[in-house]
């Protein structure tokens, strides 16, 4: 869990004496102007400040004396004087004369960002993952105070984003303190304008962001300030609009050698555009360059790995084949550094396919005990023996999924066929004597083994995929946070020991630790307006699925039911539900029911959720109902993914199957007014 620290700019920032715009003199100033060599921005001249050395100076003093300026700025007891000479045939040029260096610089006023005309080798800081911050500083000219800005930061660890929120002051300024791990990617958005820009910050960076609502013009100054320019004015050429032209449809029919070849074709075609900007731009940076070919590198990896979605993971597993796989394979052997760059989605889908396809699905208490028990070196099992309870673990998973999802009983016999034999031998070793007096003894800490060996499931992978120390670090980090961000609940002692045995990193380590006292606080809060969180005691007894909706909608008739089918373990339900409290204040007046039913939900993750979000309250309800009654429900109502979202009138007729989301917040208000009226 990250920690972010919000500094808004004080009043005593406001200039103590405005200058009018209109008058020639000011015009001739006001602007950014850039150095006239290296054509880097190093002074920023507006109405109320100015913009020097990555922060707001005041104006102490400004005197016009025909074509020059005399110019006195502090920021706090820190004092620059400035001596500006106008070119008297171009109001654009000039030169500064400053007390902090010597000699007279030329400075050019561009309308527009330019291009650098030096070279720039730099390489990127790795600086080991350790907690370090990123300062934000920015200026949003022609828009109203309070205007709100947006940054993201991808979160390395899990699937979220860690989105930190400030407000401009009356002057238009920010100024925010964001904690990073390395250097990483910051998305910079704002919603009272069309400010959307992609940034990259290195630990200890101060990145000063100006822009003009009015025209668009957006500048970037800091240690990456040139990198961060060249990033921007890539955004905005028009040339690399093509690049949208380059995507493959989805398409699970297709042949996975088909798919793999096109997919070539298409990161082919998208790195050469990539080189034809750079080879217009032959001054560009080596960490532009660095950035763009490994972000289309990754994306590329990305697309590769996101077809795993077209496998089949339940019953009848299904994997790509080799030589699918050995490309994907070199990939993950290639992967650009530092790793916080460029997200987590390729990694995340690659030690998830390999992890799908090593699992069993089925982690029984007594196969579960027995491993945990061979584990700790108290019960040794043979070569055979291990695989035969693999086996065994298999074909109950075939069999139940099978029976979920409604396969015909000779195709479950077919593909559990070639693990027969195998499958008796594991079902004979745990009918035997010593493992039932194992199970026996490990009983009281069934719940603690199994949270640690759903864990390990996480990491089956873990030593079979070559990786560096560090990367084996971040892996084990994500694989606990990601665990932990599914149950929304702390960890057993036992398990953050296990945790720190893989993991010496101490900034990696905080990670899981402040996110286990997170959810230990969380776990201790009181649950507000309980009365929202409904029994199953008087639907134990239903089993038709039309019955069990009927009693479930019945209290309700009157009012338009939003119904919310999520699940504790699904990132995409949770992050649909911070829209919710909006949402819910906009109709709190009037006759709506916001119904969520949880799917294969623990009691206390799905308590702890619905106090994170706060969703409670008079017209919410909360269903988790046990497993075969949530299944009777997802059948009738056709849903096959999470969250599906579905709209019933006053009378309990199902309007609309796939209602818009929480997200899509005006569209949804606007549907259930539509209803309300009816």
């Known amino acids: 869990m990250l920690i972010c620290v919000f500094i808004l700019t004080s009043n005593t920032l406001a200039q103590k004496n405005t200058f009018t715009l209109g008058t020639p003199q000011m015009k001739r100033l006001i602007g950014c102007w850039n150095d006239s060599e290296s054509k880097e921005w190093r002074y920023g001249f507006f109405e109320k400040f100015a913009i020097y050395n990555n922060d707001f100076w005041e104006y102490q003093s400004l005197n016009f004396i025909k074509n020059k300026a005399e110019i006195t700025l502090n920021k706090g007891e820190d004092v620059l004087k400035l001596n500006i000479s106008f070119d008297s045939k171009a109001d654009s040029i000039c030169t500064i004369t400053s007390s902090t260096q010597k ?65 401009t002051d009356s002057s238009g300024r920010f100024h925010i303190i964001i904690p990073i791990i390395n250097t990483n990617s910051l998305f910079i958005d704002s919603e009272g304008c069309e400010l959307s820009i992609h ?85 560009l940076s080596d960490k532009f360059k660095m950035i763009k070919h490994n972000s289309e590198f990754m994306l590329h990896a990305s697309s590769l790995m996101q077809r795993r979605f077209a496998l ?45 396809t090593m699992s069993s699905n089925c982690l029984s208490n007594t196969t579960t005990i027995i491993k945990y028990a061979n584990k700790k070196g108290e019960y040794e099992l043979t070569t055979q023996q291990k695989n035969d309870l693999s086996a065994y673990e298999h074909v109950m998973s075939e069999r139940n999924l099978g029976k979920y999802f409604g396969v015909d009983s000779l195709e479950i016999e077919r593909v559990t066929k070639p693990y027969k034999e195998a499958f008796e031998r594991g079902k004979q070793l745990l009918q035997e004597k010593n493992i039932i007096e194992l199970c026996k003894k490990y009983e009281s800490m069934n719940n603690e083994i199994m949270e640690l060996m759903q864990i390990q499931e996480g990491l089956i992978c873990f030593d079979s995929i ?48 402040k996110q286990q006292e997170v959810y230990a606080h969380l776990a201790k809060q009181k649950l507000e307006n309980v009365e929202s969180l409904k029994s199953n005691d008087g639907l134990k007894n239903i089993s038709d699925a039309n019955e069990l909706l009927r009693q479930i909608i019945a209290p309700y008739k009157g009012k338009v039911i939003y119904m919310d089918f999520w699940g504790t373990w699904c990132s995409p339900c949770k992050a649909e539900m911070k829209y919710t409290p909006d949402i819910k204040e906009a109709l709190k007046d009037k006759e709506v029911i916001f119904m969520y039913l949880a799917n294969n939900s623990t009691e206390d993750s799905w308590k702890n959720i619905i106090k994170e979000n706060h969703l409670t309250g008079p017209n919410i309800v909360h269903y988790n109902l046990p497993d075969d009654q949530q299944r009777l429900l997802e059948k009738l109502l056709s849903i096959n993914s999470f969250p599906t979202f579905i709209l019933l009138d006053k009378e309990g007729n199902i309007i609309d199957r796939h209602a818009p989301k929480p997200s899509q917040k005006q569209e949804l208000i606007n549907r259930i007014n539509e209803l309300l009226t009816k």
């Open 466 to 513: 070559a990786a560096t120390p560090i990367l084996k670090e971040l892996i084990a980090t994500k694989t606990f946070c990601e665990y932990m961000h599914n149950i929304e609940t702390p960890l057993r002692n036992s398990t953050i020991d296990y945790f720190k045995s893989l993991v010496s990193n101490e900034s990696l380590r905080r990670i899981v630790l």
């Open 312 to 356: 089949r993971f339940n019953f009848n597993k299904e994997f790509f084949n080799s030589e699918y796989m050995a490309y994907v394979d070199q990939l993950y052997h290639q992967l650009p550094q530092p790793y916080t760059i460029y997200g987590n989605r390729f990694l995340t889908d690659y030690l998830g396919y390999y992890n799908n």
């Open 103 to 167: 000699g007279k610089r030329k400075f050019i006023r561009f309308s527009s960002a330019p291009d650098f005309t030096i070279e720039d080798h730099d390489t990127f800081i790795d600086n080991g993952y350790h907690q370090d911050s990123v300062t934000v500083i920015g200026y949003i000219s022609n828009t109203p105070e309070n205007t709100s800005v947006e940054i993201t930061i991808p979160n390395f660890f899990n699937e979220n984003e860690d989105i930190y929120k400030i407000k």
């Open 199 to 283: 940034t990259i910050a290195e630990p200890g960076d101060t990145l000063l962001l100006f822009y003009n609502n009015a025209n668009n013009d957006t500048r970037i100054m800091g240690q990456n300030g040139r990198l961060n320019q060249e990033l921007i004015n890539y955004q905005r050429d028009p040339s690399t609009n093509e690049l949208y032209k380059y995507s493959l449809r989805y398409d699970a029919k297709m042949d996975h050698s088909v798919y793999l070849a096109e997919q070539q074709k298409i990161y082919d075609k998208r790195t050469k555009i990539v080189e034809k900007y750079i080879s217009r731009h032959p001054q």
